[in-house]
């Protein structure tokens, strides 16, 4: 089910109570924008990293990543990453790549 917002004169969205209802969303909760296909997508940032803790299960003995490996996992995500704001960024623009 689709619902309708309008913009304001300073850009600014109401989001409708069912939709942060269903969301969970609060007052001051982040949103990342993107465009996708031409449609505007927006996602909540409402999660913080230890609501994440222990979803996974408990970590077998010994289990665990040395700290070169978690910079090369970062530097890699990061890189990721930057590819993507790139390509969108391009495509929102109607540069090729």
Same mark, same amino acid.
């Given at each position: 089910?689709?619902?309708i =917002?309008?913009?304001?004169?300073k850009?600014? @969205?109401?989001?409708?109570k069912?939709?942060r209802d /269903?969301?969970?969303? *609060?007052?001051?909760?982040? @949103?990342?924008?993107?465009? &996708?296909?031409g449609e #505007?997508v927006?996602?909540p940032k409402? &999660?913080n990293?230890?609501?994440l *803790?222990?979803? #996974? !299960?408990?970590p077998?003995? !010994?289990a665990?990543?040395?700290?070169e490996?978690l910079? $090369? =996992?970062?530097? /890699?995500a @990061?890189?990721e990453?930057?590819?993507r704001i790139? &390509? $969108?960024w391009n495509d929102?623009?109607?540069k090729?790549?």
């Amino acid at each position: 089910m689709g619902f309708i =917002a309008t913009m304001s004169s300073k850009g600014q @969205l109401t989001i409708p109570k069912d939709v942060r209802d /269903e969301l969970k969303l *609060a007052t001051g909760t982040q @949103l990342y924008i993107s465009v &996708r296909d031409g449609e #505007l997508v927006a996602r909540p940032k409402n &999660r913080n990293i230890a609501d994440l *803790a222990g979803i #996974l !299960g408990t970590p077998t003995v !010994g289990a665990g990543a040395a700290i070169e490996d978690l910079d $090369e =996992a970062i530097g /890699e995500a @990061l890189a990721e990453d930057d590819k993507r704001i790139v &390509r $969108e960024w391009n495509d929102l623009h109607g540069k090729k790549t």
